[in-house]
Protein backbone atom coordinates (compact mmCIF):
# COMPACT_ATOMS: atom_id res chain seq x y z
CA UNK A 1 0.00 0.00 0.00
CA UNK A 2 2.78 2.67 0.98
CA UNK A 3 4.52 1.40 -2.54
CA UNK A 4 1.09 2.68 -4.40
CA UNK A 5 0.79 6.07 -2.49
CA UNK A 6 4.55 7.16 -3.19
CA UNK A 7 4.29 6.24 -6.93
CA UNK A 8 0.59 8.49 -6.89
CA UNK A 9 2.50 11.43 -5.22
CA UNK A 10 5.37 10.98 -7.96
CA UNK A 11 2.78 10.77 -10.59
CA UNK A 12 0.88 14.23 -9.16
CA UNK A 13 4.42 15.96 -8.63
CA UNK A 14 5.68 14.90 -12.35
CA UNK A 15 2.00 16.45 -13.71
CA UNK A 16 2.10 19.55 -11.45
CA UNK A 17 5.66 20.23 -13.41
CA UNK A 18 4.32 19.87 -17.17
CA UNK A 19 2.29 22.96 -16.70
CA UNK A 20 0.72 23.55 -20.09
CA UNK A 21 1.72 26.52 -22.36
CA UNK A 22 -1.17 28.91 -22.15
CA UNK A 23 -2.00 30.35 -25.73
CA UNK A 24 -2.94 33.99 -26.78
CA UNK A 25 -6.58 32.82 -27.97
CA UNK A 26 -6.89 31.42 -24.22
CA UNK A 27 -5.18 34.04 -22.48
CA UNK A 28 -6.56 36.88 -24.70
CA UNK A 29 -10.17 35.64 -25.60
CA UNK A 30 -11.94 38.77 -25.58
CA UNK A 31 -9.35 40.19 -27.95
CA UNK A 32 -10.24 37.47 -30.89
CA UNK A 33 -14.24 38.61 -30.09
CA UNK A 34 -14.09 42.22 -30.80
CA UNK A 35 -11.21 42.25 -33.02
CA UNK A 36 -10.36 45.93 -32.21
CA UNK A 37 -8.94 48.12 -35.11
CA UNK A 38 -8.44 51.36 -33.29
CA UNK A 39 -6.64 52.14 -30.03
CA UNK A 40 -6.64 55.75 -28.17
CA UNK A 41 -3.47 55.78 -26.18
CA UNK A 42 -4.77 57.41 -22.69
CA UNK A 43 -2.13 59.48 -20.64
CA UNK A 44 -0.42 57.18 -17.98
CA UNK A 45 -0.69 56.90 -14.52
CA UNK A 46 1.83 57.96 -12.82
CA UNK A 47 2.51 56.27 -9.45
CA UNK A 48 6.50 57.62 -9.14
CA UNK A 49 8.12 59.96 -7.72
CA UNK A 50 9.75 61.41 -11.10
CA UNK A 51 6.97 63.73 -12.19
CA UNK A 52 8.29 63.42 -15.65
CA UNK A 53 7.80 59.85 -16.20
CA UNK A 54 3.72 60.41 -17.53
CA UNK A 55 5.05 63.15 -20.92
CA UNK A 56 7.78 61.03 -21.29
CA UNK A 57 6.19 57.57 -21.33
CA UNK A 58 3.05 58.85 -23.30
CA UNK A 59 4.82 59.67 -26.83
CA UNK A 60 6.60 56.06 -26.22
CA UNK A 61 3.18 53.97 -26.98
CA UNK A 62 2.34 55.20 -30.39
CA UNK A 63 4.86 52.99 -32.25
CA UNK A 64 4.71 49.70 -30.85
CA UNK A 65 1.16 49.39 -31.02
CA UNK A 66 1.07 50.51 -34.73
CA UNK A 67 3.86 47.84 -35.22
CA UNK A 68 1.69 45.29 -33.30
CA UNK A 69 -0.81 45.87 -36.59
CA UNK A 70 -2.95 48.72 -34.80
CA UNK A 71 -4.35 51.87 -36.33
CA UNK A 72 -3.57 54.33 -33.44
CA UNK A 73 -4.20 57.90 -32.90
CA UNK A 74 -1.52 60.28 -32.48
CA UNK A 75 -0.97 60.74 -28.86
CA UNK A 76 0.14 64.59 -30.08
CA UNK A 77 -3.45 64.49 -31.53
CA UNK A 78 -5.64 63.48 -28.77
CA UNK A 79 -3.77 65.45 -26.26
CA UNK A 80 -5.34 68.57 -26.60
CA UNK A 81 -9.08 66.54 -26.49
CA UNK A 82 -7.66 65.00 -23.16
CA UNK A 83 -7.31 67.88 -21.75
CA UNK A 84 -9.88 70.02 -23.06
CA UNK A 85 -12.44 67.22 -21.50
CA UNK A 86 -10.48 66.79 -18.41
CA UNK A 87 -9.55 63.20 -19.73
CA UNK A 88 -5.68 63.98 -18.74
CA UNK A 89 -6.03 62.22 -15.36
CA UNK A 90 -6.64 59.14 -16.53
CA UNK A 91 -7.37 57.37 -13.49
CA UNK A 92 -11.03 58.42 -13.39
CA UNK A 93 -11.54 56.26 -16.80
CA UNK A 94 -9.52 53.68 -15.84
CA UNK A 95 -12.82 51.57 -14.46
CA UNK A 96 -15.52 53.87 -15.81
CA UNK A 97 -17.67 54.02 -19.08
CA UNK A 98 -15.44 54.68 -22.32
CA UNK A 99 -18.46 55.14 -24.50
CA UNK A 100 -17.14 58.93 -25.52
CA UNK A 101 -14.18 57.66 -26.31
CA UNK A 102 -15.97 55.97 -28.82
CA UNK A 103 -18.42 58.22 -30.09
CA UNK A 104 -16.02 61.30 -30.16
CA UNK A 105 -12.96 59.55 -31.68
CA UNK A 106 -14.35 56.21 -33.26
CA UNK A 107 -11.78 54.20 -30.74
CA UNK A 108 -12.43 50.32 -30.31
CA UNK A 109 -10.21 50.22 -27.55
CA UNK A 110 -8.26 52.01 -24.69
CA UNK A 111 -4.94 51.59 -23.68
CA UNK A 112 -4.21 52.34 -20.13
CA UNK A 113 -0.45 52.74 -18.64
CA UNK A 114 0.03 52.63 -14.63
CA UNK A 115 3.74 53.66 -14.33
CA UNK A 116 4.52 51.86 -10.89
CA UNK A 117 8.38 52.61 -11.01
CA UNK A 118 11.26 54.30 -13.04
CA UNK A 119 14.08 54.16 -11.58
CA UNK A 120 17.66 55.41 -13.18
CA UNK A 121 21.17 53.96 -11.99
CA UNK A 122 24.29 55.64 -13.88
CA UNK A 123 26.95 53.31 -12.18
CA UNK A 124 25.57 50.23 -12.70
CA UNK A 125 24.35 50.78 -15.86
CA UNK A 126 20.81 50.25 -15.51
CA UNK A 127 17.24 52.21 -16.45
CA UNK A 128 14.21 50.30 -14.89
CA UNK A 129 10.67 51.04 -15.52
CA UNK A 130 7.62 48.68 -14.06
CA UNK A 131 4.72 49.46 -16.24
CA UNK A 132 1.08 47.65 -16.28
CA UNK A 133 -0.49 47.87 -19.52
CA UNK A 134 -4.48 47.38 -19.76
CA UNK A 135 -6.26 47.17 -23.39
CA UNK A 136 -10.18 47.85 -22.52
CA UNK A 137 -13.06 47.79 -25.00
CA UNK A 138 -15.11 51.53 -25.36
CA UNK A 139 -17.60 49.12 -26.17
CA UNK A 140 -18.28 46.55 -23.53
CA UNK A 141 -15.79 47.86 -21.00
CA UNK A 142 -14.76 44.52 -21.07
CA UNK A 143 -10.30 44.29 -20.70
CA UNK A 144 -9.44 42.65 -23.39
CA UNK A 145 -5.39 42.86 -22.37
CA UNK A 146 -3.32 42.96 -19.43
CA UNK A 147 0.13 42.49 -18.46
CA UNK A 148 3.11 43.87 -16.34
CA UNK A 149 6.28 44.57 -16.52
CA UNK A 150 9.47 45.07 -14.59
CA UNK A 151 12.42 46.06 -17.54
CA UNK A 152 15.64 46.90 -16.95
CA UNK A 153 17.34 48.93 -19.78
CA UNK A 154 21.41 47.98 -19.74
CA UNK A 155 23.10 50.82 -20.98
CA UNK A 156 26.38 49.22 -19.45
CA UNK A 157 30.23 49.74 -21.56
CA UNK A 158 32.89 47.81 -22.12
CA UNK A 159 35.84 48.83 -24.00
CA UNK A 160 37.54 45.74 -22.79
CA UNK A 161 40.55 47.35 -21.77
CA UNK A 162 42.06 45.40 -18.82
CA UNK A 163 42.79 46.06 -15.18
CA UNK A 164 41.87 49.26 -12.40
CA UNK A 165 42.74 51.60 -15.07
CA UNK A 166 40.14 49.99 -17.52
CA UNK A 167 37.49 48.98 -15.12
CA UNK A 168 37.90 52.90 -14.22
CA UNK A 169 37.15 53.79 -17.99
CA UNK A 170 34.24 51.37 -17.88
CA UNK A 171 32.63 52.55 -15.11
CA UNK A 172 32.89 56.65 -16.44
CA UNK A 173 31.69 55.37 -20.02
CA UNK A 174 29.05 53.56 -18.70
CA UNK A 175 27.63 56.70 -16.40
CA UNK A 176 27.93 58.68 -19.39
CA UNK A 177 25.83 56.63 -21.57
CA UNK A 178 23.15 56.08 -18.89
CA UNK A 179 22.76 59.54 -18.29
CA UNK A 180 22.50 59.94 -22.56
CA UNK A 181 19.72 57.20 -22.97
CA UNK A 182 16.64 59.05 -24.18
CA UNK A 183 13.64 58.54 -21.81
CA UNK A 184 12.11 57.85 -24.57
CA UNK A 185 13.96 55.22 -26.15
CA UNK A 186 14.13 53.30 -22.60
CA UNK A 187 10.36 53.95 -22.39
CA UNK A 188 9.40 52.21 -26.21
CA UNK A 189 12.18 49.29 -25.25
CA UNK A 190 9.95 48.40 -22.23
CA UNK A 191 6.56 48.84 -24.22
CA UNK A 192 8.01 46.54 -27.16
CA UNK A 193 9.07 43.81 -24.52
CA UNK A 194 5.46 43.56 -22.15
CA UNK A 195 3.21 44.17 -25.48
CA UNK A 196 5.18 41.10 -27.17
CA UNK A 197 1.99 38.66 -26.76
CA UNK A 198 -0.34 40.81 -27.67
CA UNK A 199 -1.96 39.41 -30.65
CA UNK A 200 -1.83 41.38 -33.46
CA UNK A 201 -4.22 43.68 -34.94
CA UNK A 202 -5.61 44.15 -39.01
CA UNK A 203 -2.58 45.54 -40.00
CA UNK A 204 0.10 42.81 -38.96
CA UNK A 205 1.21 40.22 -40.58
CA UNK A 206 -0.16 37.46 -38.29
CA UNK A 207 -3.79 39.24 -37.71
CA UNK A 208 -6.05 36.48 -36.81
CA UNK A 209 -3.56 33.62 -37.17
CA UNK A 210 -1.66 34.06 -33.71
CA UNK A 211 -4.27 31.98 -31.85
CA UNK A 212 -1.98 29.58 -31.26
CA UNK A 213 0.98 31.35 -30.58
CA UNK A 214 2.15 30.96 -27.03
CA UNK A 215 1.22 33.41 -24.32
CA UNK A 216 3.83 35.34 -21.81
CA UNK A 217 3.00 35.75 -17.88
CA UNK A 218 1.10 38.03 -16.63
CA UNK A 219 3.60 39.75 -14.70
CA UNK A 220 7.65 39.45 -16.33
CA UNK A 221 10.73 40.64 -15.68
CA UNK A 222 13.48 41.15 -18.17
CA UNK A 223 16.80 43.22 -19.83
CA UNK A 224 16.99 44.58 -23.12
CA UNK A 225 20.12 46.30 -24.72
Known sequence: ?????????????ISSCATKQITRLEQYPKMYEEKPLTIAVMPPINRTNFVEAKDYFYTTLYAPLCEKGYYVYSPMLTMEMFQSESAYD??????????????VLGA??????IIKSWNRNKVGGKLTAGVEYILRSTKTGETLYKRE?????DTSVRTGSGGLFGALVDLAATAIATAATDKVVAGRMCTVYVLSD??????????DQDQKAPAGKSYIRGTVR
Open 90 to 103: AEQFIEADLSQFRN
Open 198 to 207: MPEGKYGKMY
Open 1 to 13: MKKYVILALVALF
Open 149 to 153: GLISV
Open 108 to 113: DAAMFT
